[in-house]
């Protein structure tokens, strides 16, 4: 049994805490709101997050840091990445040196293009970070639904110790070298998302989505690789397994905000519809800037950016992606 804090009462954090509860580790959750606490406590349900849910009888809650995270074997940070940052600095006075988190956020930094481990790292030094990722709508694991994901951390023995601490019956956990690579594929599945909702909103058929889904896969492995990634990672569960599941599911916020922004929603409207982090949204601009950065062409990574940013019409960035120059799929010998 291992002694687990989640830093975060959102829905994915929510979610597994249920999934390590239900492993048998002593898990405890902190929220920055007394009143969530005391309500999930008191009523063993989240329904604003996981709606039709029970939580375990020995899942904790409070809203101390000190608490969540003292004497803890492992620490989850399962707030939404653009909040990564400011919730470390809240974590740094209580850390322990080479204490085990793992960020389970998807995101990368606009002002700095950091992921969100390079985040965990600045400030909180000392720390052993590790990811977790994959294709999981905490909507399906909250319910024990059959799901995999990838763990990656700077040594296998790092990563296998979370290998074992995830996995179970309906958890299945693969371990990873490919830190960055994983990062990379789950921040930027969530613009690509986008784009596939925008098409959905439209009225566009599945023609539409394989092709965002496909070539959407393209200019993340590009990025990815130039980056430093291993190319594998961008065909595996946080490539086109994320990228899939975020871009069809009735979950995915992404998804739906530009479902949304297709109907003639601004950017402003559709998250406030949506009602949670769109991370795809604070994803965008840094993906954009990574790609100038590393001269990687993502003609859909630009027309998200306009769309959302430049106030351009969605049928047009569409139609513009349409009449792009012509292009082989392959290098011709």
């Given at each position: 049994?291992?002694?687990?804090g989640?830093i975060?009462?959102?829905?994915?954090?929510?979610?597994?805490?249920?999934?390590?509860?239900n492993?048998?580790?002593?898990?405890?959750?902190w929220s920055i709101?007394?009143?969530?606490?005391l309500?999930?406590?008191k009523?063993?349900?989240?329904?604003?997050?996981l709606?039709?849910?029970?939580?375990?009888?020995a899942?904790?809650f409070?809203?101390?840091?000190e608490?969540?995270?003292?004497?803890r074997?492992v620490?989850?940070?399962?707030v939404?990445?653009?909040?990564?940052?400011?919730?470390?600095?809240?974590?740094r006075?209580?850390?322990?040196?080479?204490?085990?988190?793992?960020?389970?956020?998807k995101?990368?930094?606009?002002?700095?293009l950091?992921?969100?481990?390079?985040?965990?790292?600045?400030?909180?030094?000392?720390?052993?970070a590790?990811?977790l990722?994959?294709?999981?709508?905490?909507?399906?694991?909250?319910?024990?639904?059959?799901?995999?994901?990838?763990?990656?951390?700077?040594?296998k023995?790092?990563a296998?110790?979370?290998?074992?601490?995830f996995?179970?019956?309906?958890?299945?956990?693969y371990?990873?070298?490919d830190?960055?690579?994983?990062?990379?594929?789950?921040?930027?599945?969530?613009?690509?998302?986008?784009?596939?909702?925008?098409?959905d909103?439209?009225g566009?058929?599945?023609?539409?989505?394989a092709?965002?889904?496909?070539?959407g896969?393209?200019?993340?492995?590009?990025?990815?690789?130039?980056?430093?990634?291993r190319?594998?990672t961008f065909?595996?569960l946080?490539?086109i397994?994320?990228?899939?599941?975020?871009?069809?599911?009735?979950?995915?916020?992404n998804?739906?905000?530009?479902?949304?922004?297709?109907?003639?929603?601004?950017?402003d409207e559709?998250m406030?519809?949506?009602k949670?982090?769109?991370?795809g949204?604070?994803?965008?601009?840094?993906a954009?800037?990574?790609?100038?950065?590393?001269r990687?062409e993502m003609p859909?990574?630009?027309?998200?950016n306009?769309?959302l940013?430049?106030?351009?019409?969605a049928?047009?960035?569409?139609?513009?992606?349409?009449?792009?120059?012509?292009?082989?799929?392959?290098v011709?010998?």
């Amino acid at each position: 049994m291992a002694r687990i804090g989640v830093i975060g009462a959102g829905s994915w954090g929510t979610a597994l805490a249920i999934l390590l509860c239900n492993n048998g580790h002593e898990v405890m959750v902190w929220s920055i709101h007394p009143e969530e606490v005391l309500r999930l406590r008191k009523t063993r349900r989240h329904e604003s997050k996981l709606p039709g849910v029970e939580l375990p009888d020995a899942l904790e809650f409070t809203d101390s840091m000190e608490e969540v995270m003292r004497e803890r074997d492992v620490l989850i940070v399962a707030v939404p990445s653009p909040f990564v940052r400011s919730t470390c600095r809240k974590m740094r006075e209580f850390m322990k040196d080479g204490q085990i988190v793992v960020d389970v956020a998807k995101g990368i930094e606009e002002a700095t293009l950091y992921t969100m481990t390079d985040i965990m790292e600045e400030e909180l030094p000392g720390v052993d970070a590790a990811v977790l990722s994959g294709p999981s709508h905490a909507e399906e694991v909250s319910r024990g639904i059959p799901t995999t994901c990838v763990v990656s951390a700077h040594t296998k023995k790092t990563a296998e110790y979370l290998q074992n601490i995830f996995i179970s019956p309906v958890f299945r956990v693969y371990t990873s070298p490919d830190m960055l690579g994983i990062e990379l594929g789950a921040a930027l599945k969530n613009v690509i998302a986008l784009a596939a909702g925008t098409a959905d909103g439209l009225g566009y058929g599945d023609n539409t989505k394989a092709a965002l889904i496909t070539r959407g896969l393209t200019e993340i492995s590009r990025l990815g690789i130039a980056m430093g990634g291993r190319p594998e990672t961008f065909y595996g569960l946080t490539g086109i397994g994320d990228l899939i599941v975020t871009c069809a599911s009735v979950h995915s916020r992404n998804r739906k905000a530009g479902y949304l922004i297709g109907q003639g929603y601004t950017m402003d409207e559709a998250m406030k519809e949506v009602k949670m982090v769109v991370e795809g949204v604070y994803s965008a601009k840094a993906a954009y800037r990574l790609s100038q950065k590393y001269r990687v062409e993502m003609p859909i990574v630009e027309q998200v950016n306009k769309v959302l940013f430049e106030n351009k019409k969605a049928d047009e960035a569409v139609r513009e992606l349409m009449l792009r120059d012509r292009k082989g799929e392959l290098v011709w010998d």
